[in-house]
């Protein structure tokens, strides 16, 4: 497929799938089912589900259009260590990270809750890319995967917005990145913060990025593949 046209925010945008990537931030069931990180955070955990339907179209269009599909989960070492005490002792969560609850234990790898969720789960050979923070690319071999593969823009849905979605966008404009924010597969416990979280990425002329949304990008991929 050659290159694909895709109304974004601010400005329109063309890609070329060969060399573009879909990253699914963290669509945990710690993060979006009850009993997990966010809700000791204290947080509605429900506000999350906006998301899933938009992750599954874009990660289909994707699929379809042979694109390399990464996906990321926010964790640490059952024995901590790569946990920094100033995360694990912040705040007065109902639980902390690493503390045994209903999925298990809290944001540790390799326990039930730290998996992606079932409608959004990996096919075989989707890189999953665990990290200890909340951008993707720090302490992760995210870049070298990303460099080997010849890739310039990342599609970045998933959750939250304003936290793990933006440090991501963040770190991957910084790092020579086209950056695409799915809007409407984001999502955040706080909608406020979900809106100009988006705004925020795409001020002063995209000065993170573009902000899409899913039936747009799937759009574009179907019409390409129309075309060609
Ligand atoms: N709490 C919150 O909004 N987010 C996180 O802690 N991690 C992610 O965003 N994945």
């Known amino acids: 497929m050659s290159e694909v046209q895709l109304c974004a925010e601010p400005a329109p945008l063309a890609f070329s799938p060969a060399r573009a990537a879909l990253v699914l931030i963290d669509m945990q069931r710690d993060f979006l089912e009850p009993g997990g990180f966010g809700e000791t955070l204290g947080n509605d955990v429900s506000l999350l589900q906006a998301a899933v339907e938009p992750c599954q179209r874009a990660l289909a269009a994707a699929?379809?259009?042979?694109?390399?599909?990464?996906?990321?989960?926010?964790?640490?070492?059952?024995?901590?260590?790569?946990?920094?005490?100033?995360?694990?002792?912040?705040?007065?969560?109902?639980?902390?990270?690493?503390?045994?609850?209903?999925?298990?234990?809290?944001?540790?790898?390799?326990?039930?809750?730290?998996?992606?969720?079932?409608?959004?789960?990996?096919?075989?050979?989707?890189?999953?890319?665990?990290?200890?923070?909340k951008g993707a690319f720090h302490q992760t071999d995210l870049m070298q995967m990303l460099r080997n593969r010849g890739i310039d823009t990342l599609f970045v849905c998933g959750v939250t917005t304003e936290v793990c979605v933006h440090t991501t966008i963040r770190e991957g404009n910084d790092r020579g990145f086209r950056c695409v924010a799915l809007g409407d597969a984001c999502a955040s416990y706080f909608p406020e913060f979900h809106r100009v979280g988006?705004?925020?990425?795409?001020?002063?002329?995209?000065?993170?990025?573009?902000?899409?949304?899913?039936?747009?990008?799937?759009?574009?991929?179907?019409?390409?593949?129309?075309?060609?």
């Open 63 to 133: 699929r379809a259009a042979g694109m390399l599909v990464i996906h990321t989960r926010e964790g640490h070492r059952p024995d901590l260590s790569d946990a920094p005490p100033a995360k694990v002792a912040r705040g007065a969560p109902s639980r902390r990270i690493g503390d045994p609850g209903p999925m298990g234990r809290i944001l540790i790898r390799g326990e039930p809750g730290h998996d992606i969720v079932e409608a959004l789960y990996p096919a075989r050979g989707e890189p999953v890319i665990d990290k200890p923070g």
């Open 198 to 228: 988006l705004d925020m990425i795409k001020a002063q002329g995209g000065i993170f990025g573009w902000v899409s949304d899913a039936a747009a990008f799937s759009g574009a991929l179907d019409a390409a593949a129309q075309a060609a």
